[in-house]
């Protein structure tokens, strides 16, 4: 196999959601309190929905910026790649990247619809699942349907509550959408833990639809922010190894012993520690199940239930792809995570053959696609000849697609960078006033 044979699905990107998202799926009756687009008094664009400001943070959106102008300064649209927001323009993007498909977190919500949430605590719950609920809608209809055969849809869920939880997984499986996400720590988001039966309906929901669990980092765990001098590197390279502690809790629980058709992703979370977390897992089992009275089914260890429930995603991992043996080469799957910071775009083709490097080719189609397109139900064929899904033969479409670096579209500086180098602190800072400058409410929803 050469690199433009690969065919390339990625199970973790990112929309930064367009101003007219709400129009077509919001009842008359919530249309005026739907979240809506406002220009700020500093150059940003946010969203306002309650009283409350979302903006989009630069890292969140640099995909054809110049590393030296990333930043996590809020953005405006003007700003942004429009590949960012607008779904022509994503598919002309994924095309030039040579990526067949893409499953798209969301932004204004939060990874597990938080944004809503809050809102039925506060005792709005009819408005937060009318939101919710456009919220998918929109995303499978609109942003997934418009190119069938190129997405992968994913639903948010009314974290709130089990039941509805339920009902919506039922939902939007008859719409053809089977992965929703959930948080990594929902006791962090104040909900109870992942070992507590509140849950049930809905892990029952999951496992009867074969609705795979997307956790991504970042969805519950708080940030590694310990020192506020310290680099802000620090906070950056740690978070995709928080979800170690889910992937323990994950594989203890009663969750997968109840509910054997429940399949989890770890979003974004790599793949090199795996190894050793199942290394580590099987051997605290052995030492200690006799004391603890703790066990498995069929006398399983805990590395088989781990390969037989939980998928893996990276997005540039040598150190995995070479021990992918160890971790279950039919539970690893490919990541490009467009647009955020971390993003392989628009060379994920080059970078990920790197890593490929003498691994054969039935293995490279399972870490590539067929393992992303087995677990998620996902049949890009059944809409585009396979021929046409290559990395060589996206790219031949996609000639005309402009990849020049944009300069001076963002990339505020954080600090006057008093210690040599940007810290945790300084970023923190730079968030806070991004929530606090005010906002022009005459503005309405600029495009």
């Excluded at 989009?56 to 700003?79: C, D, F, K």
Aim: hydrophobic share 40%; with cysteine; proline share 7%.
């Amino acid at each position: 196999m050469q690199m433009n044979d690969m065919i390339l699905v990625s199970v973790d990107d990112h929309v930064c959601e367009p101003p007219d998202m709400w129009e077509r799926h919001v009842g008359a009756k919530w249309k005026a309190r739907a979240p809506r687009l406002v220009h700020k008094e500093d150059g940003s664009d946010v969203w306002l929905f309650e009283g409350q400001q979302i903006p989009n943070i630069g890292l969140n959106a640099v995909a054809g910026r110049r590393p030296e102008e990333y930043g996590v300064e809020p953005t405006a649209l003007s700003q942004l790649r429009r590949g960012c927001y607008d779904v022509d323009a994503r598919i002309d993007d994924m095309n030039a990247n040579g990526v067949l498909g893409s499953l798209c977190f969301p932004t204004v919500p939060g990874f597990v619809g938080e944004l809503f949430g809050r809102q039925a605590a506060a005792g709005n719950a009819e408005l937060a699942i009318a939101m919710l609920r456009a919220y998918n809608d929109w995303h499978i209809d609109e942003w997934c349907g418009r190119h069938p055969g190129r997405f992968i849809p994913l639903a948010i869920p009314p974290i709130w509550d089990p039941e509805a939880m339920a009902r919506e997984v039922h939902r939007v499986a008859k719409k053809n959408c089977h992965a929703i996400t959930f948080a990594d720590n929902p006791r962090a988001l104040g909900y109870p833990s992942l070992h507590d039966a509140h849950w049930d309906a809905f892990w029952k929901a999951c496992s009867d639809e074969g609705t795979v669990v997307c956790i991504h980092i970042g969805s519950g765990t708080r940030l590694n922010m310990q020192d506020m001098n310290a680099p802000v590197e620090i906070m950056i390279a740690g978070t995709p190894i928080t979800l170690f502690n889910c992937a323990t809790e994950l594989v203890f629980s009663e969750i997968f012993t109840k509910f054997p058709g429940v399949k989890v992703a770890l979003s974004e979370g790599g793949i090199g520690w795996i190894p050793y977390f199942l290394e580590r897992i099987d051997y605290v089992h052995h030492h200690h199940h006799r004391w603890t009275l703790h066990g498995f089914p069929n006398g399983k260890k805990p590395s088989d239930v781990f390969r037989e429930h939980v998928l893996t995603c990276f997005i540039d991992d040598a150190a995995g792809v070479r021990n992918r043996d160890l971790i279950g080469i039919d539970n690893i799957t490919w990541e490009c995570d467009y647009p955020h910071s971390d993003s392989t775009w628009p060379e994920a083709p080059e970078k990920l053959w790197a890593s490929l490097d003498g691994v054969p080719d039935v293995d490279i189609h399972k870490i590539t696609w067929q393992n992303t397109t087995r677990h998620f139900q996902y049949d890009p064929f059944k809409h585009i000849p396979k021929e046409q899904c290559t990395v060589g033969a996206l790219r031949a479409k996609a000639k005309g697609v402009d990849l020049t670096p944009r300069s001076g579209a963002g990339g505020k500086q954080p600090s006057d960078y008093a210690r040599g180098y940007a810290t945790i602190g300084d970023i923190v800072k730079q968030m806070a006033h991004a929530l606090s400058t005010p906002f022009d409410s005459g503005a309405g929803g600029r495009q």
